[in-house]
């Protein structure tokens, strides 16, 4: 018998979906989706092509007593939809504040869910934090508009190393202040 670990990670509900701790059981669509390079090439640590075992070795990491940051599927089974549909995460980062990161499966592409999720990650803040960074592509406006829409201003321009492109990017980086 093998029996799934608990994570001490709140669920957060939505009209839409419920975002929920990271489950082994998630990891065949969590694979389909981050096997795509249209998803890969906008995250900064999804290889492209997909190495077997990478998506396993993620959910063991997301649900590790020593993570680095937390992990929310974006889970639609009850209301009617995918039961991943993609995922969001808070990086641990010093002095109350966090780094949040997104992605979404192409299916699901302009249909509101990324903004729908970040407003609600903010809205819950379970880490209790003071601020929230965010960085993006500069090639993706798409998720540069779910931070703007979500509260974030502009910070700056940067790079950031993208494993699927096996290079430096220029990014957008935004904060938002919680309190």
Known sequence: MKIEKVINQPVI???????RPIR?????LIGQYTSDERVARMTRSIPHPLPPGATEAFIALSQSDKRAEDVWIIDGSAHGH???MGQIALGRMDRDQSEIGFWVAPAFWNTGIA???VRALVAA???????????????NPASARVLTGAGFDYLGDAEAFSVARNAAVPTWTYLKKLS
Do not use: H, I
């Open 13 to 19: 509900e939505t009209d839409r979906f419920t975002l």
């Open 24 to 28: 082994r059981s998630d990891a065949g």
């Open 82 to 84: 995918a039961e991943v």
């Open 115 to 117: 903004s729908q999720a």
């Open 125 to 139: 803040n379970p880490l209790g934090c003071k601020t929230m960074f965010g960085t993006v592509f500069q090639d």
